[in-house]
């Protein structure tokens, strides 16, 4: 069974920090975080395949920063200055070149103004 499973989110002041893991269940070859607002679609924020390839959603650009450790099948999510905007459940996904994305259960990120 394909499975994702994140951690790392939680309550945060706005301007502060938090890192997000994501542990995946095997070798693909795109990985991304994902998050979803109240009443909003769910957006990409960063992206990063096997082939080192990244990139962010612009209005996270220079806060977030995505990586990963392929020893460890894990990928992070380091999110700095941290707005009210950014609060939201987010999501980790992985998927093969062509495939579908195969989902975490998600982690709540919240950021107090």
């Known amino acids: 069974q394909v499975q994702q499973v994140e951690s790392g989110g939680g309550l945060v002041q706005a301007g502060g920090s938090l890192r997000l893991s994501c542990v995946f269940s095997?070798?693909?070859?795109?990985m991304g975080w994902y998050r979803q607002a109240p009443g909003k679609q769910r957006e990409l924020v960063a992206q990063?395949?096997?082939?080192?390839?990244?990139n962010y959603k612009d209005s996270v650009k220079g806060r977030f920063t995505i990586s990963r450790d392929s020893a460890k099948n894990t990928m992070y999510l380091q999110m700095n200055g941290l707005r009210p905007e950014d609060t939201a459940v987010y999501y980790c996904?992985?998927?093969?070149?062509?495939?579908?994305?195969?989902w975490g259960q998600g982690t709540q990120v919240t950021v107090s103004s």
């Open positions: 095997g070798m693909f070859n795109v």
């Open positions: 990063i395949t096997s082939i080192g390839n990244i």
């Open positions: 996904a992985a998927k093969y070149w062509m495939g579908v994305n195969y």
